[in-house]
Nanobody, 124 residues
Framework: VQLQASGGGLVQAGGSLRLSCAASGPTFSGYAMAWFRQAPGKEREVVATINWTGGTKDYADSVKGRFTISRDNAKNTVSLQMNSLKPEDTAVYYC??????????????????WGQGTLVTVSS
């Protein structure tokens, strides 16, 4: 599967952004999806995961209640709605996939397909 992320940009603290990731390939529904981010000088971290049906999700504590991951298997897309953004959310955001049809995909799962990143900058 090939992944293409979009939607990044510059936003003020407290604002919102919606990231999208378009996937190619006919078997998108067989993949669990995730969003990761990497801030300058820091290691990449998982933000959220979503199982193949979209029925279960897992979020990093730092984004719970502010970010929402969703997917549309008919359109081969996964999205990340980011609200109440903070300067510490500034990072390059990546979408990722793994072949996985478990009911729940924990944030510790290893993802092996990656899109290019999209930069999110939150100004204070």
């Amino acid at each position: 599967v090939q992944l293409q992320a979009s939607g990044g940009g510059l936003v003020q603290a407290g604002g919102s952004l919606r990231l999208s990731c378009a996937a190619s390939g006919p078997t998108f529904s067989g993949y669990a999806m995730a969003w990761f981010r990497q801030a300058p000088g820091k290691e990449r971290e998982v933000v959220a995961t979503i199982n193949w049906t979209g029925g279960t999700k897992d979020y990093a504590d730092s984004v719970k209640g502010r970010f929402t991951i969703s997917r549309d298997n008919a359109k081969n897309t996964v999205s990340l709605q980011m609200n109440s953004l903070k300067p510490e959310d500034t990072a390059v955001y990546y979408c990722a996939a793994r072949e996985d049809q478990r009911v729940f995909v924990p944030r510790t799962s290893r993802f092996n397909y990656w899109g290019q990143g999209t930069l999110v900058t939150v100004s204070s």
